[in-house]
């Protein structure tokens, strides 16, 4: 009995631009790769990578009819023709990013088995290619050693992979692939990666990890974040005799940036993982942890970066986890004495989240900012003698096993009230004193008191621990820097809610309480 293979695609040296119509709405797209087969892999004009898939070439239809379609009524002179002008000379540098651009451009696995999920992969991620794929690979029609592999890049081994002359060797003979041959099979305990499923099977009979190494930082209720330093936890990925893991001691961190990469594009992996710390997420179950997530950033960065790049894995987004490791970063930068930011550039997504931590993190600095009383005193009692209202008093003192409860959306419970008012005052001293109260008498002889507050944008950013950049951003995208008068930027308490409701700003994810970091 033989198996039918199909021959490598045909790489598309320059984009040819063609519509597709998808869900209802004309697409213009690019053509990346054809397959023998009539399957083409298409880059949607304006989109990110992660939306790029392979589709039946029929369903293509030539750009300039579309647009000669929208624009047959419209009358427009004909452009001169260019002059030929032949290519420029590339260096050898820049001759290997063009090539890197091009095979990257491709997913080189379409899906990625990972536990009891099965993934479809946003991104290429530079696994490497063993001599045993590279052999398989000259079987395929067409293929050959040569043809397999990168021109002047040498083959990897298990032992050889953390070789950066090595990266972009994984998988190239499989991005052509369908079915289970495009699928990467990655162990959710140790990271392991295989490329076939009856070993994946095999492995994960024997791996006995329960959870990352390393310690941990932060723990509530089920939920935990391991600091793992990818200078000291070199530790083998597994105990399964059938891979000779006793042998060669493939790293975790290695192996968890390698998983990472499939749904991270802008940023550059590093097999060397020893300048930078890892904090993975994890949910706890009777039997072990299960990776939610993770971020890494570099244990010294001149430019003070608390994050490199972050990672929430798809089955498990939407639901928080994401803003629980931005808040856990800015924690880490706060109790260091630094006002962090994440490395750039900053994916779309990124760029998303991070705009809604620096948004909702002013807005809940604002509304204690501008309130005469925290919200859980909504009265204040005096006898004899007038309330001083120019600092915000102390919350009463209860037995904490009293307070209403709320849950979070994860294992672990958070009190019903406002937990940031820790100084004697309820404020810290730099903020009570941007505050003022002004009071007035009404004519029924009660009072009426309002906060007006005047501080600058440097020190609305310093006492929220953000930079100044971000925290200009955050208050330029929410609107509340459009009211200005002769120079000074007016925001009121109303303002301040209308952003609330509009951007829908929670709680805290992080409890502070909960950070173990000494």
């Given at each position: 009995m033989t198996e039918s293979t199909s021959a490598p695609p045909q790489l598309i040296s320059q984009n040819t631009s063609y519509i597709v119509n998808k869900n209802g709405a004309d697409q213009l797209v690019n053509i990346l790769q054809r397959r023998p087969d009539g399957q083409v892999y298409v880059h949607y004009d304006g989109f990110d990578k992660r939306l790029d898939e392979w589709i039946p070439g029929a369903i293509l239809k030539p750009a300039n009819e579309f647009a000669r379609k929208r624009k047959r009524d419209t009358p427009s002179p004909t452009p001169p023709e260019p002059e030929t002008q032949p290519d420029p000379l590339m260096t050898e540098e820049e001759f290997d990013?063009?090539?890197?651009?091009?095979?990257?451009?491709?997913?080189?696995?379409?899906?990625?088995?990972?536990?009891?999920?099965?993934?479809?992969?946003?991104?290429?991620?530079?696994?490497?290619?063993?001599?045993?794929?590279?052999?398989?690979?000259?079987?395929?029609?067409?293929?050959?050693?040569?043809?397999?592999?990168?021109?002047?890049?040498?083959?990897?081994?298990?032992?050889?992979?953390?070789?950066?002359?090595?990266?972009?060797?994984?998988?190239?003979?499989?991005?052509?692939?369908?079915?289970?041959?495009?699928?990467?099979?990655?162990?959710?305990?140790?990271?392991?990666?295989?490329?076939?499923?009856?070993?994946?099977?095999?492995?994960?009979?024997?791996?006995?990890?329960?959870?990352?190494?390393g310690r941990k930082v932060y723990q509530r209720g089920a939920h935990i974040i391991w600091e793992v330093d990818g200078a000291k936890d070199k530790v083998p990925t597994s105990r399964c005799p059938h891979s000779n893991a006793y042998d060669d001691l493939q790293l975790y961190c290695q192996n968890?940036?390698?998983?990472?990469?499939?749904?991270?594009?802008?940023?550059?992996?590093?097999?060397?993982?020893?300048?930078?710390?890892?904090?993975?997420?994890?949910?706890?179950?009777?039997?072990?942890?299960?990776?939610?997530?993770?971020?890494?950033?570099?244990?010294?960065?001149?430019?003070?970066?608390?994050?490199?790049?972050?990672?929430?894995?798809?089955?498990?987004?939407?639901?928080?986890?994401?803003?629980?490791?931005?808040?856990?970063?800015?924690?880490?930068?706060?109790?260091?004495?630094?006002?962090?930011?994440?490395?750039?550039?900053?994916?779309?997504?990124?760029?998303?989240?991070?705009?809604?931590?620096?948004?909702?993190?002013?807005?809940?600095?604002?509304?204690r900012l501008l309130s005469v009383l925290p919200p859980d005193r909504p009265t204040v009692t005096s006898s004899g003698r007038l309330p001083d209202l120019t600092g915000v008093l102390p919350p009463p003192s209860e037995d904490a096993n009293s307070r209403k409860k709320r849950a979070k959306g994860w294992d672990g419970e958070t009190p019903d009230s406002n937990s940031t008012f820790t100084s004697p005052n309820g404020l810290d001293d730099t903020i009570a004193a941007m505050r003022t109260v002004l009071t007035t008498t009404n004519p029924d002889g009660s009072a009426t008191s309002h906060v007006v507050v005047r501080s600058t944008l440097a020190e609305i950013a310093s006492a929220?621990?953000?930079?100044?950049?971000?925290?200009?951003?955050?208050?330029?995208?929410?609107?509340?820097?459009?009211?200005?008068?002769?120079?000074?930027?007016?925001?009121?308490?109303?303002?301040?809610?209308?952003?609330?409701?509009?951007?829908?700003?929670?709680?805290?994810?992080?409890?502070?309480?909960?950070?173990?970091?000494?």
């Amino acid at each position: 009995m033989t198996e039918s293979t199909s021959a490598p695609p045909q790489l598309i040296s320059q984009n040819t631009s063609y519509i597709v119509n998808k869900n209802g709405a004309d697409q213009l797209v690019n053509i990346l790769q054809r397959r023998p087969d009539g399957q083409v892999y298409v880059h949607y004009d304006g989109f990110d990578k992660r939306l790029d898939e392979w589709i039946p070439g029929a369903i293509l239809k030539p750009a300039n009819e579309f647009a000669r379609k929208r624009k047959r009524d419209t009358p427009s002179p004909t452009p001169p023709e260019p002059e030929t002008q032949p290519d420029p000379l590339m260096t050898e540098e820049e001759f290997d990013i063009k090539h890197h651009k091009q095979i990257t451009a491709q997913r080189n696995f379409d899906k990625v088995n990972f536990g009891q999920w099965r993934i479809k992969t946003w991104y290429f991620s530079p696994y490497p290619l063993t001599d045993s794929e590279l052999e398989d690979s000259t079987g395929l029609p067409g293929g050959s050693a040569s043809t397999s592999k990168i021109p002047g890049v040498n083959r990897a081994t298990v032992r050889s992979h953390g070789r950066t002359s090595d990266l972009l060797a994984g998988g190239l003979t499989r991005s052509h692939l369908s079915g289970e041959k495009s699928i990467l099979w990655v162990c959710d305990r140790c990271f392991k990666y295989m490329a076939e499923g009856a070993a994946w099977e095999m492995h994960i009979k024997q791996c006995d990890r329960r959870h990352p190494p390393g310690r941990k930082v932060y723990q509530r209720g089920a939920h935990i974040i391991w600091e793992v330093d990818g200078a000291k936890d070199k530790v083998p990925t597994s105990r399964c005799p059938h891979s000779n893991a006793y042998d060669d001691l493939q790293l975790y961190c290695q192996n968890l940036s390698l998983f990472g990469k499939l749904f991270i594009d802008v940023k550059t992996l590093f097999f060397d993982c020893d300048n930078f710390l890892f904090y993975i997420l994890t949910d706890a179950d009777s039997q072990r942890d299960h990776v939610l997530g993770f971020f890494s950033k570099e244990k010294i960065s001149y430019d003070d970066y608390n994050l490199a790049c972050i990672i929430v894995l798809p089955p498990y987004q939407r639901k928080g986890y994401g803003m629980l490791m931005i808040e856990f970063s800015y924690e880490v930068s706060r109790r260091a004495g630094k006002i962090g930011t994440p490395e750039r550039p900053l994916s779309d997504l990124g760029l998303r989240s991070y705009l809604t931590y620096w948004v909702a993190t002013l807005i809940r600095f604002f509304r204690r900012l501008l309130s005469v009383l925290p919200p859980d005193r909504p009265t204040v009692t005096s006898s004899g003698r007038l309330p001083d209202l120019t600092g915000v008093l102390p919350p009463p003192s209860e037995d904490a096993n009293s307070r209403k409860k709320r849950a979070k959306g994860w294992d672990g419970e958070t009190p019903d009230s406002n937990s940031t008012f820790t100084s004697p005052n309820g404020l810290d001293d730099t903020i009570a004193a941007m505050r003022t109260v002004l009071t007035t008498t009404n004519p029924d002889g009660s009072a009426t008191s309002h906060v007006v507050v005047r501080s600058t944008l440097a020190e609305i950013a310093s006492a929220t621990n953000l930079r100044i950049e971000d925290a200009a951003f955050a208050l330029n995208e929410c609107g509340l820097l459009g009211s200005t008068l002769e120079g000074v930027v007016g925001i009121t308490r109303e303002m301040v809610e209308a952003v609330a409701k509009e951007r829908n700003v929670k709680r805290m994810c992080l409890d502070p309480a909960h950070v173990m970091l000494t």
